[in-house]
């Protein structure tokens, strides 16, 4: 007996979204449960003072993927925001991506050949050693002055461990500019959805069943009884009620605070690159889409373990959480009813446009599937 629905679709961020508005294009019948009390994950905007904040942290859409960004602009145009962030390191601010700019405010040096002459005398120093953690491998590809200013601190906050004790394939390459580029992205495209990513989300969403404040494992047999193939998007070691271990992850605090003052900081992002200073950003949101607003809200952004309870953001991709990932995408091989897609179910952390063109790629697998059998 066929069953209401042909994709129920768990999670109402960006993959499952989507998927769900490729699955609708086709003629499917789709239901889309979240557990949040909106939709949108972790790209959702709430409105503050008629400012748009990015609730879980600063979401800039970039990509060279020109079939991602062709998607996008169908259901909302996209403004100029180009990513120009800042750190802020010991009462000093300095451009980011590496470049030249940086290099004059750290060294005073002024042209390229200067530039890579000072680099090559800090990298030179350790140009011997074979890298056996992050923090030898930091210094082996950027010299002393850049890692402790720029890196050790951050990254320290980020993963919760000092670097010496994080793998060195954590850090494969550090992108240097000699030129006075503040851009932070080497992309084709970048910008922040005219009026939102509400906007964009609502547009692929839009026409489909969504049930808002839904967990999934807490109505899984009621659900899974609605539809012929799921589309799982949250942590897959909670899907399989953590049959094999738990996988690791790092999470996120936010502390939003309305401001009565124009302009804060002057900059969408400014990074605070010591590890004295338990955040790691600071978002002023209003400069994604250039407001006027009399006053302002900033967020700061504090790194924190992760527990049950607290939204897991990024995977701790060490050698053994990857093994143990292998062993339950082995596991998900043997429930072909299940789809499993986003970054929580496939253990990765990956940018938006890639999140994206996964989920077209997967819904185009389902449909070429679903064409041969018939």
Not at 12 to 32: E, N, P
Not at 56 to 81: C, E, L, P, Q
Not at 215 to 223: G, T
Not at 300 to 329: C, I, S, W
């Amino acid at each position: 007996m066929k069953k209401k629905y042909d994709y129920l679709i768990v999670g109402a961020g960006l993959f499952g979204s989507v998927f769900a508005q490729q699955m609708k294009a086709a003629g499917k019948q789709c239901l889309v449960v979240e557990k949040r009390s909106h939709a949108g994950g972790n790209v959702y905007c709430e409105e503050t003072a008629g400012i748009r904040v990015h609730k879980y942290g600063a979401h800039i859409m970039h990509t060279s993927n020109k079939r991602v960004w062709d998607y996008v602009h169908s259901f909302v145009g996209f403004n100029r925001f180009t990513n120009s962030p800042l750190a802020f390191y010991k009462g000093n601010l300095y451009n980011l991506p590496f470049n030249m700019n940086t290099f004059k405010q750290l060294w005073g040096v002024k042209t390229p050949a200067e530039a890579t002459a000072k680099l090559e005398e800090q990298r030179g120093v350790y140009a011997h050693i074979e890298p056996a953690n992050l923090e030898e491998q930091a210094l082996k590809l950027c010299g002393e002055d850049i890692y402790r200013c720029f890196i050790k601190g951050y990254t320290e906050k980020q993963w919760g461990r000092e670097a010496a004790k994080l793998p060195a394939f954590i850090i494969k390459r550090i992108p240097f500019r000699f030129t006075y580029d503040n851009d932070y992205f080497n992309d084709d495209h970048q910008g922040i959805p005219e009026g939102g990513y509400n906007r964009l989300i609502d547009g692929m969403l839009d026409g489909i069943e969504v049930r808002l404040d839904t967990d999934y494992l807490e109505h899984r047999s009621e659900l899974d009884g609605l539809a012929d193939t799921v589309l799982f998007t949250g942590c897959i070691d909670r899907f399989f009620d953590y049959r094999l271990g738990c996988l690791e992850y790092r999470s996120l605090r936010f502390e939003h605070e309305h401001l009565d003052m124009e302009n804060y900081q002057g900059n969408a992002v400014v990074n605070y690159t010591e590890k004295g200073v338990p955040y790691t950003r600071i978002i002023e949101h209003k400069h994604f889409e250039f407001g006027t607003q009399p006053a302002t809200v900033i967020t700061r952004e504090y790194p924190d373990d992760y527990r049950t309870g607290k939204e897991p953001y990024y995977p701790v991709n060490d050698e053994a959480n990857t093994k143990l990932f292998n062993q339950y995408r082995e596991l998900a091989a043997q429930y072909p009813a299940v789809l499993f897609g986003g970054r929580l179910a496939q253990y990765a952390y990956i940018d938006m446009d890639d999140t994206i063109e996964l989920a077209l790629n997967l819904a185009e697998k389902e449909l070429t599937k679903n064409e041969i059998r018939k």
